[in-house]
């Protein structure tokens, strides 16, 4: 059954350096998201993407971040210089408009 | 602005049938729905529902919509213990520039053997 890949499982990385998060969604969708989860609070939507751009962003998507699909098959989430606070389980998903399937997750650490 | 609600906790014994509510705030969402997440794992779509629909059946999952109230409920029959899990219900809104979901906070299911 295709999925969503996302790598690493988990990235510790120190307060102020950039982090990649990686995926590589299901091989015939067109739309792809960023979603974050801190610790005991709401899944919350950052980012869609769908034609090579951003089509929608939340307010917690800022400068910070960035993504990117850099060639066929990768979607990525920059995070510029991170803070404490950007800690969190950070999912990808794909969808072909209605549905949305997620992959594993990545945790980020920000020491 | 779009909101959705559950309960944190709901604990049944094996057997019984699970019911898990969901309250929503935006009215004009086009589709509801079920993801279910393991400890440790990715979030897992158990079933949706589209917003013209009652109710829908997928084996022992039955959702109930009730637009006026904008309430849905997510009942399990038959609970095993692999059903512990949080359950997230969510909402995409209509007129969003793509089908971005909007989360509930989660209603850990617990089933007791």
């Known amino acids: 059954e295709p999925e969503v890949t996302q790598t690493p499982s988990h990235q510790v990385t120190q307060m102020g350096q950039e982090v990649i998060l990686r995926c590589v969604p299901i091989?015939?969708?067109?739309?792809f998201y960023w979603y974050r989860q801190i610790l005991g609070q709401k899944v919350e939507f950052l980012v869609s993407f769908y034609n090579n751009e951003i089509s929608e962003k939340s307010e917690i998507f800022d400068d910070q971040f960035s993504v990117e699909r850099p060639d066929g098959s990768n979607f990525t989430l920059k995070i510029r210089s991170t803070k404490l606070e950007d800690s969190a389980m950070y999912f990808c998903?794909?969808?072909?408009?209605?549905?949305?399937?997620f992959g594993q997750g990545t945790r980020l650490t920000v020491v | 602005g779009e909101d959705v609600e559950q309960s944190l906790f709901l604990s049944v014994r094996e057997g019984d049938s699970s019911v898990i509510n969901c309250t929503y705030t935006?009215?004009?969402?086009?589709?509801l729905y079920w993801y279910k997440q393991e400890p440790g794992a990715g979030l897992q779509l158990l079933t949706y529902?589209?917003?013209?629909?009652d109710m829908k059946q997928d084996q022992r999952l039955t959702v109930l919509l009730n637009k006026k109230d904008k309430h849905l409920s997510l009942r399990i029959a038959d609970t095993q213990t692999g059903d512990s899990a949080i359950y997230f219900c969510?909402?995409?809104?209509?007129?969003?520039?793509?089908?971005?979901?909007?989360f509930g906070t989660g209603t850990l299911l617990a089933v007791q053997p």
């Open positions: 969510a909402e995409s809104p209509y007129g969003g520039a793509t089908n971005k979901l909007i």
């Open positions: 529902i589209f917003s013209n629909m």
């Open positions: 091989s015939n969708h067109l739309y």
């Open positions: 998903a794909s969808s072909e408009k209605v549905w949305a399937f």
């Open positions: 935006d009215s004009s969402s086009t589709y």
